[in-house]
């Protein structure tokens, strides 16, 4: 059994669980609160809980720290994400304890990241960051949280729906310098991510069989992914190999070094061509359109561009202000088709009525 005591004027109490004795302060003068507490912490005990006292221990900085381990021992592509995603959790939760992170104190936080002007987005993954991290506390053996709070999620209305037309794209490569035309080219025919582009190496390439195949843990999904290379793309990688230099593995290089970052260059060249604002990424929403415009199914096009979930996939299928009016005329060329007929039908049945009417006539006379 607990008992209650008296250090000073602030009550304590102890408990035993599993045979091992618990000491905590009450925080209170009162005798009433020290006892209530002490029932809290047997009920604990009763149903097998761990007692609270365990809990109040642990702090945010604890979490964050596996929470980042985590994603350097599961190798995770995105740690750079999650580290800045940490680091602005830090400036508002940092030395707090696990038992005072409640719902109250993270929409605080969502205020302050909305008054910084955070987009709701960059704010959605910060949460989600947070809500992983306490996660696998609770899931720790044995576990350091006994409750995730509910962390409400903002709306996010910023999906970016950029494509290029082939004339835009025609224009883009031609204000690229030399070096970074293969890998735009490669992006705007397989909807390839850059960082997939810029790390090809010739071990991904087969000139032979006519292949580019990335390996499972190469991918943003995991999964591998073989391109077969079509008569664009097969003189694009030829024309790399003959540009091939002996110290350098990579496919698209600058003199016999990796590319690390073309924004520089692609901004420049935006900018040159009038197409200022455009991304890399619109390259990929563009493949997708391409591959389904031209008739490429969908299950066929996901391979070929990487994607894993429908859902992203519809969002890259955009449609464009030209396919409206493309609609907009093979709807009204329907209809016309349609009037046509009904037209034509009711011809063919008024001359049979006529027809009909002038042999009644004779049968009469």
């Not at 680091?87 to 940092?94: N, R, T």
């Not at 005072?100 to 910084?116: G, Q, W």
């Not at 991510?193 to 790390?199: D, F, V």
């Not at 664009?232 to 091939?244: A, V």
Request: with cysteine.
């Amino acid at each position: 059994m607990g008992s209650i005591y008296k250090r000073g004027k602030t009550w304590w109490i102890q408990y035993y669980r599993n045979g091992k004795p618990y000491q905590e302060s009450s925080k209170s003068a009162k005798k009433t609160v020290a006892r209530k507490k002490l029932e809290i912490r047997e009920g604990e005990i009763a149903r097998g809980k761990l007692p609270g006292i365990q809990f109040d221990k642990v702090s945010f900085d604890e979490l964050a720290a596996d929470f980042l381990t985590d994603y350097e021992l599961n190798q995770r592509k995105s740690l750079e994400r999650a580290q800045i995603s940490v680091g602005h959790l830090k400036d508002f939760f940092e030395g707090m304890k696990v038992v005072d992170i409640t719902s109250a104190r993270v929409k605080a936080y969502i205020k302050i990241r909305l008054a910084d002007g955070a987009a709701n987005g960059t704010i959605n993954r910060e949460l989600a960051a947070l809500k992983r991290m306490l996660y696998l506390g609770a899931k720790d053996t044995p576990p350091r949280v006994d409750r995730v709070p509910y962390i409400p999620m903002l709306e996010e209305n910023n999906t970016r729906k950029g494509f290029f037309e082939h004339e835009e794209y025609l224009a883009i490569l031609k204000a690229l310098p030399a070096d970074l035309r293969g890998p735009v080219t490669f992006g705007y025919v397989t909807g390839w991510r850059r960082g997939e582009i810029l790390g090809l190496t010739w071990k991904h390439v087969d000139l032979k069989e006519g292949t580019v195949r990335l390996e499972t843990g190469e991918t943003k999904n995991s999964e591998a992914r073989t391109v077969y290379l079509d008569e664009e793309l097969s003189k694009l990688l030829k024309i790399q190999n003959l540009r091939r230099h002996d110290d350098c593995e990579y496919v698209f290089h600058r003199d016999g070094q990796r590319i690390k970052d073309l924004r520089g260059a692609w901004e420049k060249a935006c900018k040159d061509s009038g197409l200022t604002g455009r991304l890399f990424h619109d390259l990929r929403r563009t493949a997708v359109r391409n591959m389904v415009r031209a008739g490429i199914p969908e299950g066929v096009a996901m391979k070929i561009s990487g994607h894993k979930t429908r859902t992203v996939f519809e969002r890259y299928n955009i449609v464009s202000p030209d396919d409206l009016k493309r609609a907009a005329l093979k709807h009204e060329a329907y209809r016309q088709e349609k009037d046509a007929t009904t037209a034509k039908t009711a011809t063919i049945e008024e001359s049979a009525n006529k027809t009909g009417n002038v042999v009644n006539l004779e049968r009469r006379n």
